[in-house]
């Protein structure tokens, strides 16, 4: 139906905040559709404009995070519930991912897995569908985080992954594979209003310089990491020199490893 194709055109008209208008308002009809993006696209002439649709709009246009709105994001191979009060996963940490597949390249990879801050628990459970025979634990402070990563892990890997309430601390025990994305940007940092008025401030922000968690991680991180293990900790773009400082004042060799984009974003630690 024309209609369709017309109301897509109007709502990604409205969303020039955005990076990405046009997929912004696909994503919002085929969650009012209750279909994929996928199946929208292949059948958009024969859709109607259901009435949610509109609703759905008015947020997005008030720059709430797509996400949040249809309670899903995609991430390396899986489909994660997400909701306010945990940190929206960004394509930019799937760097983690890509740095541990190479680390492990030729062996039959890490048999256990530490996420610490694991928000919705993207980066266990994506390495956990990467590596099949792995067990993992995801570890965070924040309640609500806690409850998304129960409900992602039970769905996504059944028996596998275990979530608890923690710090920075970990378990007690070391793990093949590390994972960490902390809060990194700087309290009087500009954000965008969809993130900063809508994500959680704790997964964000990192005292006046961004670097108050990589401080407090440094000095734990080496009892985590099993014999042969491997770090891989997210960094934002100008905090290389900085953050990596902070780990190899510990004794730990930093190696680093740029996103799609070619900004430095993941610290490749080692005993």
Known sequence: MAEARAALNAAAARFGFSETPRLD???LLAHALGITRERLLLTLGDQPVPPGFADLVERRAAHEPIAYITGTRAFWTIDLAVAPGVLIPR?????????????????????????????????????????????????????AALDIAAANAARIAPG?????????????????LVLCNPPYIARDAALPVEV???????????????????????????????????????????QRHS???????????????????????CLVITP
């Open 160 to 176: 596998r992954a275990t979530i608890l309430a923690g710090d920075w601390h970990g378990t007690g025990q070391q793990f093949d």
């Open 243 to 265: 953050a990596g400082a902070l780990f190899t004042a510990e004794g730990l060799h930093v190696t680093f490893r740029q996103d799609l984009a070619g900004r430095d974003r």
């Open 25 to 27: 308002a696909e994503l």
């Open 91 to 143: 394509p930019d940490s799937e760097t983690l991912i890509e740095a541990a597949v190479d680390f492990f390249a030729g062996t039959s990879g890490p048999g256990t897995i530490l996420d610490l801050g694991t928000g919705s628990g993207a980066l266990l459970l994506a390495a956990l569908d990467q590596w099949p025979a792995a067990t993992g634990v995801g570890i965070d402070a924040s309640p």
């Open 196 to 238: 900063a008025g809508h994500e959680p401030a704790s997964a964000l922000y990192a005292g006046a310089d961004g670097l108050t968690d990589y401080a407090r991680i440094a000095p734990l991180l080496r009892r985590q990491i099993a014999p042969g293990g491997v770090a891989c900790v997210e960094i934002g773009a100008d």
